[in-house]
C-alpha cells in the first residue's frame, strides 16, 4: 500500500532535529512547514552536463520562498525562549522577509533596519505584508548592523541576522536532509557565496553527520559568488559589490572563515561566475529543468556549466569528474522572490486570429 | 536518534499515490518536488476564531508556489506517455505557469492561449520564464479554451487544462496527505472555490481514502467563492466576475456539479465573502500566523472569520462549532504569486537618523 500514515511527515526541522539542535524543554517547538524541501533529480541539464545523477535541493519550496527559514525558526524559538518581546535585523531581502514571517506566527514585533537609500519597496514586500516595521536608516548598512546589535544587547530584543549563530545551527539540517534522502552525502555539493552562512552551515551538518557515522562520506564543496561580489574569490572586501543577484550581492561576508573552512576542508573551491553566466544558468534552469529560481541560486548552476564546459574543452580539472558523481546543487530562494528580472526576459508572443486554422499555423500543426 | 534514512520524502506524488492515480508501467514518474506540503498548526487565528486544532495546508510551497502542480503532474507524465509534443492551456495564471514548468521539465513545448485583452504580463512572468510561447487571442476565453480543446482533439497536443480528467485525479492526493498527516479526515475543510476543481478533487480524495477504510470520517466541505464572482452561491453564471482574488475570478465554474455534489454529499455549504473580507483575512493572515498567501486562498480564511464572527453574535448555524473540530484551511498559493496586491499594504516606515538613541526610540525602547 503506497499510503501509510506519516505523522511525522513536514513536522518541522524542530521536532526533526531536535536532538542535533540547541533546543531545551523549554524551547517553543514552532513550525511554520520549514524544511524537508525536494531533493529532484535532473531530467535534463544533467545530460547537458554529462553527469546522470544530479539533484536540486529545492530550499525555494520553504513557506517564505527561501533558505532562511530553516534558520530563522531556530532563531525565533530561541528569542522566545529567552523573553525577547522583538526581533530585528538589518537586511532588505529574504532575511526580512523570513524574521518577519516567524515574528508575526509567535506575536513578536518584527523591525527591519534598512539603510534610507538602498530601500527598494518591492523586496520589502513580503516583511510589509507580515506587519514589519520598516526603519529607514540615514546610514549605511555596516552602521546598521552596528546599531541592531548594540540594541538586542541592550533590550528585550534578539538580532536574527546571521550573526545570531542559531541561524547557522537551522540551516545545517539541509545538509542532514540530503544525506537522509541519498543515504550518503552526495560526492560534489554546488551551493551560491554571498555572506557565506550557508555554505558554513552545510558543511557543519555534513561533518557533523560523518562523525556520527550517518554518512559514510563528506562532499566536495563548491561555492560561487557574482564576479561583481566576489571578496572571498579575490582575497579582499569588495567596496561596492554589484550583481544582477541580489541574494549573493555582499562586499564583506560575515561567514567569510566559516567559507574558507568548508572549501579548504572539503578540497573544494569558491569560484566566480559572472551575471551573464549567472541569467543563462537563470533561464536554462527553468526552461530546461522547469525550476523558477532566483537569480542568486542559479550562481551555481552556472558553475556547474562552466565546469562541465572546460572539462569538455580540456581545460577543466580532471579529479572534478562529475559523470559518476553524485552531484546536488542548492537552490537557495523561489524566483517570484524577484519579479522584476522574471519580467525582464523576452515573451514569446505571437497574435493571433479567433480560429482553429490560425492558432494551428501558430503552434507550427499544418 | 531523531535522524532516519527516508527515502520515500518528497519523492513526488506519482510515485507515492502510484496505485491510486492513472499511472500505467509506461507512465513516466516525473517528480518536480509537488506534493508532501506542510500541514501547519495555527498558533494564534485559531484562538482568535476559538478552535483549538486549526490547521493550514500549505499548497503554496509546491514548486511552482501553487496547488495545480498536483494535477499538473499527472497531466503531462499522461501526456507524455500518449506521445504528446506539446501541451496547450488556456489561461493567464497558475494552471500556466504549472504547465509551462513540468512541460520545460520533460521537454515539451508549451502553448499558452491567451485572451489579447486579459494579457497582464505580470501574472505571465512565469510561464514566459519557464519559456512557453504565447498566443494571444483576438476572442474571448471560452473561445481560446474551445479552440484549444479542438487543437488537442485533432493534433498531437495534450490539453491541460481543468477539462483534463488526469488533473483533478492529482490533485485529490492533497486529500490523501491531509489524512496521512492526522490519521483520520478533518472535520470540517474550508477551501477556495473559483472554477470548483479542486474542491471536486478534495471530495474525491476524502471518500476514496474513506471507502478504502483508511479514513474513519468524510469532513463536512466548506467552500468559498468571491462576492463578485459567485455563480455557484448565486446559482447562475457570472457575465462579468470581478474580485481581488484573480484565481478565483471564476464566472463559469468547468467543475460546478463537482462542487453541489461535495457541498450537498457532506452537509457542506458554499458561500460568498467580499472583497473586503478577503483583504482582511489576506492581511491577518500575513501578520497574525506568518503565512503570506495569494488572495483567493484568503477566502476560505475569510468564511472561517465570518462563521466564527456570526457564532460570537449568536447569527450562526450551532452545528457549525468548530471549537472542538478539527480544522483545515486550504491555501492554494503563494503571496509572491500576486506582488500588486502586496505592494498595495502600506509600509509602516520610520526615518530615523543612525544614532543609538534615535532607533530606541523609534522602537519605543525607551
Known amino acids: 500500500m503506497s499510503s501509510t500514515v506519516s505523522n511525522s511527515a513536514r513536522e ?39 553527469c546522470r545523477r544530479l539533484y536540486f535541493k529545492l530550499e525555494m519550496c520553504n513557506p517564505t520562498g527561501s533558505f532562511k527559514d530553516r534558520g530563522m525558526v531556530v532563531a525565533v524559538a530561541k528569542a522566545m525562549e529567552e523573553g525577547a518581546r522583538a526581533v530585528l ?12 514571517a516567524y515574528a508575526a506566527h509567535c506575536g513578536l514585533e518584527a523591525f527591519v533596519l534598512v539603510p ?16 514589519a516595521r520598516v526603519l529607514a536608516l540615514q546610514g549605511n548598512f555596516d552602521t546598521a548592523l552596528e546599531i541592531a546589535r548594540e540594541i538586542s544587547r541592550r533590550h528585550p530584543v534578539a538580532i536574527v541576522n546571521s550573526v545570531n549563530p542559531n541561524r547557522i545551527q537551522g540551516q ?16 560534489i555539493l554546488f551551493i551560491p ?15 557533523e553527520y560523518y562523525q556520527a557515522e550517518l554518512a559514510a562520506r563528506k562532499p566536495r564543496i563548491m561555492g560561487w559568488q557574482a564576479a561583481g561580489a566576489a571578496p572571498i574569490v579575490r582575497g579582499e572586501p569588495v567596496e561596492q559589490p554589484e550583481t544582477v543577484a541580489s541574494a549573493i550581492r555582499i562586499g564583506n561576508p560575515a561567514s567569510w572563515k566559516g567559507a574558507l573552512a568548508a572549501r579548504d576542508e572539503s578540497g573544494g573551491a569558491i569560484e566566480a561566475v559572472t551575471d551573464e553566466e549567472i541569467m543563462d544558468a537563470y533561464r536554462l534552469l527553468a526552461q ?28 577543466g580539472t580532471p579529479e572534478l569528474d562529475i559523470a559518476d558523481k553524485t552531484v546536488v546543487c542548492i537552490i537557495t530562494g523561489h524566483g517570484l522572490k524577484d519579479p522584476e528580472t522574471a519580467l525582464a526576459i523576452e515573451a514569446e508572443m ?8 490560425a492558432v494551428e499555423r501558430a503552434m507550427a500543426l499544418t
Open 89 to 100: 535585523c538589518a537586511s532588505t531581502g529574504n532575511t526580512s522577509a523570513s524574521a518577519a
Open 12 to 50: 518541522g526541522i524542530l521536532r526533526r532535529y531536535r536532538d542535533r539542535l540547541p533546543i531545551t524543554d523549554a524551547t517553543p517547538m514552532l513550525c511554520l512547514g520549514e524544511g524537508e524541501t525536494p531533493l529532484v533529480l535532473s531530467r535534463r541539464l544533467g545530460e547537458r552536463v554529462g
Open 288 to 315: 530546461e529543468e522547469g525550476i523558477f529560481a532566483e537569480p542568486a541560486s542559479a550562481a551555481c548552476v552556472a558553475g556547474l556549466l562552466k565546469h562541465a564546459l572546460s572539462a569538455k574543452q580540456s581545460k
Open 172 to 187: 545545517k539540517t539541509a545538509a542532514f536532509e540530503i544525506v537522509d534522502a541519498l543515504a550518503d552525502a552526495p560526492d
Open 350 to 357: 505571437t497574435d493571433v486570429p479567433a480560429e482553429l486554422a
Open 116 to 131: 534610507r537609500d538602498n530601500i527598494a519597496r518591492g523586496k520589502l514586500a513580503q516583511a510589509v505584508a507580515h506587519g
Open 193 to 207: 557565496v554571498g555572506n557565506a552562512g550557508n555554505i558554513t552551515a552545510y558543511w557543519l551538518g555534513f561533518v
